[in-house]
């Protein structure tokens, strides 16, 4: 397993009501919005995190909405002049920082949990229910399916930061080749990735660090691919579907949570002005809906 470094960063992220990676051919911004933040430099002086007791644990769900007519989704230019346009027409050829379905459900979404600083959740003792082994990304055409995913590759136990095992395997399905890039912070998540052949072609990122920046996903063969990825240190993260909806389950109960949201464009935002406050009961499912607008 390959270590953290020395210092210990705190947990800090946005919940949204219906962690980042983001898929595209461009280079990460130098900071990005609360929340995620670059990872410190090496040197900092450590500081332990207070764990965060709870009792039991309970379900959010809703819908995230557009508020007012939805942005136009334009084409995107290059796919008409790439050679590989006839495999790459067969996808979706319009820009995907909006995807607002006829009811006005927003996409793409990350709805999550905001950690108190200074804290940490424990990792949950059920791993069937709260995460999956792989996360997997899809290139069936010129485009990352998911477009947006939320990862928990690490958890704090109470001293450092330990792998969780989950990883993030991305594939070539489509009939022409790609290549893949991840990059987050150049300390905890340098650059790396391949050539992913036609049909058959994959890459298992098995060394994802929970970064307080988003990650990107590049690729270099077809430059307009974007995509993105939170990542976490809590498995309390969602990304809305085609139909803005969301649900998160095993959520802590007993503990006053902060819930919070990620989009592309609008990066973290509060649901409502001040952020979300939610205090489940044990068991209990609660329902929070919230609207969203361009800048």
């Given at each position: 397993?390959?270590?953290?470094?020395?210092?210990?960063?705190?947990?800090?992220?946005?919940?949204?009501?219906?962690?980042?990676?983001?898929?595209g051919c461009s280079a990460?911004?130098?900071?990005?919005?609360?929340?995620?933040?670059?990872?410190?430099?090496?040197?900092?002086?450590?500081?332990?995190?207070?764990?965060i007791k709870y009792e039991g644990e309970g379900t959010i769900r809703g819908r995230v909405t557009y508020d007012g007519d939805p942005p136009a989704r334009p084409d995107i230019a290059a796919i008409a002049i790439n050679q590989d346009r006839p495999v790459c027409a067969q996808g979706d050829v319009h820009e995907q920082t909006w995807m607002v379905d006829s009811n006005r459900g927003v996409a793409n979404i990350v709805v999550y949990i905001k950690v108190p600083k200074g804290s940490f959740f424990k990792k949950p003792d059920d791993k069937a229910k709260a995460w999956k082994d792989e996360v997997v990304v899809d290139q069936p055409f010129?485009?990352?399916?998911?477009?947006?995913?939320?990862?928990?590759?690490?958890?704090?136990?109470?001293?450092?930061?330990q792998k969780t095992g989950q990883a993030l395997k991305v594939l070539n399905s489509s009939?022409?080749?790609?290549?893949?890039?991840?990059?987050?912070?150049?300390?905890?998540?340098?650059?790396?990735?391949?050539?992913?052949?036609?049909?058959?072609?994959?890459?298992?990122?098995?060394?994802?660090?929970?970064d307080k920046r988003e990650l990107t996903l590049n690729c270099n063969i077809h430059k307009w691919m974007a995509g993105y990825a939170l990542t976490f240190d809590h498995p309390s993260s969602v990304v809305t579907g085609t139909d803005g909806t969301f649900e998160i389950k095993n959520v802590p109960a007993g503990v006053e949570l902060t819930i919070k949201g990620w989009h592309e464009e609008l990066k973290n935002f509060d649901p409502t002005a001040g952020?979300?406050?939610?205090?489940?009961?044990?068991?209990?499912?609660?329902?929070?809906?919230?609207?969203?607008?361009?800048?």
């Open positions: 397993m390959t270590k953290r470094p020395a210092y210990l960063i705190l947990a800090s992220a946005a919940f949204c009501l219906g962690s980042a990676v983001f898929f990460p911004p130098d900071t990005s919005d609360e929340g995620l933040f670059p990872a410190k430099k090496s040197g900092v002086a450590a500081e332990l995190l207070k764990e010129c485009q990352f399916i998911p477009h947006v995913i939320t990862l928990y590759p690490e958890y704090y136990d109470g001293t450092r930061y009939a022409i080749g790609h290549d893949i890039k991840v990059a987050g912070s150049n300390d905890l998540n340098p650059a790396k990735g391949s050539t992913l052949s036609s049909k058959t072609g994959q890459y298992l990122f098995s060394d994802i660090h929970f952020g979300t406050k939610v205090t489940l009961k044990p068991g209990e499912s609660k329902e929070l809906n919230f609207a969203v607008k361009k800048k």
